[in-house]
């Protein structure tokens, strides 16, 4: 599996958009980006993925540079319950099986503040 | 819809006994996986089934753990003479089959080893 790099935090005003960098510069070319996110002892929720194109969807747009190599999450007007881990991963898929090991970071640790 | 359920949701043993937990997934997800979480850490990848077979175990960390899901559905993950080591959050997810899908995790099982 390629490897994420995240910062381990980033503060974010109530109201702003919240910009979560990722760096995945050994991606291979048929490895999607996902994005999870964790608040509190909660399960991680699935939030957005993508291949090589941008994406959004009601909860966040991902950008991913042409070279695959780093991809960015934004949430466009972040709340207080925005507060979580966010986790950025590299997904392998094995076979026509669809086998999807993920393997997940520390991520990083996005505070909402008021 | 129902989500993915976990039972039970604390479980505390002492050290030695063996236990057992529990993961339904969501109807129709052919593909389930076990993970471990410590506090402060990213989820950790245990084992993954598709339908009955288990697929890979590779996370697994010993030979006292282990994995069944004899129909296809429930599925049960096994640690035999725990030690306190194991205390972590479980957490089962699944998914649809193939490339492009998203995992759906249950709550969790806390178990604490004494």
């Known amino acids: 599996d390629a490897k994420t790099t995240q910062p381990p935090s980033m503060d974010c005003a109530e109201g702003r958009a919240a910009n979560l960098p990722c760096n995945h510069s050994?991606?291979?070319?048929?490895?999607?980006v996902y994005w999870y996110r964790q608040i509190h002892s909660q399960g991680p929720q699935y939030i957005i993925h993508?291949?090589?194109n941008n994406e959004t969807n009601e909860m966040a747009s991902l950008i991913i540079t042409e070279d695959r190599k780093s991809s960015t999450l934004i949430l466009p007007h972040a709340t207080l319950r925005d507060t979580a881990v966010y986790y950025c991963?590299?997904?392998?898929?094995?076979?026509?099986?669809?086998?999807?090991?993920?393997?997940f970071g520390t991520g990083t640790k996005l505070q909402v503040i008021p | 819809g129902a989500g993915v359920s976990q039972s039970p949701r604390y479980k505390v043993t002492k050290r030695g006994q063996d236990v057992a937990l529990r993961c339904d997934p969501i109807s129709g997800h052919v593909s389930l996986y076990w993970y471990r979480q410590a506090l402060g850490q990213g989820p950790e990848f245990l084992t993954y089934f598709n339908y009955e077979a288990q697929q890979d175990k590779s996370g697994l960390p010993n030979d006292r753990f282990s994995a069944e899901r004899p129909e296809g559905s429930i599925s049960t993950l096994t640690i035999q003479r725990t030690e306190q080591r194991d205390s972590a959050m479980y957490r089962c997810?699944?998914?649809?089959?193939?490339?492009?899908?998203?995992?759906?995790f249950g709550p969790g099982t806390r178990l604490t080893v004494t």
């Open positions: 997810a699944s998914s649809l089959e193939g490339p492009g899908y998203e995992q759906y």
């Open positions: 050994t991606i291979s070319g048929n490895e999607y």
């Open positions: 993508g291949l090589k």
């Open positions: 991963i590299v997904r392998v898929a094995m076979n026509s099986g669809g086998y999807q090991k993920v393997t």
